[in-house]
Nanobody, 113 residues
Framework: QVQLTESGGGLVQPGGSLRLSCTAS????????MAWYRQAPGKERERVAA?????????AESVQGRFTLSRDKDNYKRLAYLQMNSLKPEDTAVYYC?????WGQGTQVTVSS
């Protein structure tokens, strides 16, 4: 059974940082494109960042320079991160990791003072 599990969300003040983790079981995503998405209340889900099997990474313009997607150095087949710095209130959303047609359950990120 394939499962993607996100963790690391929470409440942070503007300008703060969070690191989200995505752990895969039943599947490896180092040989597939893997992505982070987010969905804010009343808005469509949008792709935040994606990494290809050959490690090309693309970011949404809204997070470029602030967010960093990476694979774990040791567990690169099943563990990836989204480092989020200089967070803004507009980054508030549920964040999901995705590969192929599989999605995690999401983790809430709230940026508020």
């Amino acid at each position: 059974q394939v499962q993607l599990t996100e963790s690391g969300g929470g409440l942070v003040q503007p300008g703060g940082s969070l690191r989200l983790s995505c752990t895969a079981s039943g599947i490896t995503f180092n040989d597939k494109t893997m992505a982070w998405y987010r969905q804010a209340p009343g808005k469509e889900r949008e792709r935040v960042a994606a990494i290809t099997p050959d490690n090309r990474i693309v970011y949404a313009e809204s997070v470029q320079g602030r967010f960093t997607l990476s694979r774990d150095k040791d567990n690169y087949k099943r563990l990836a991160y989204l480092q989020m710095n200089s967070l803004k209130p507009e980054d508030t959303a549920v964040y999901y990791c995705q590969t192929q047609w599989y999605w995690g359950q999401g983790t809430q990120v709230t940026v508020s003072s």
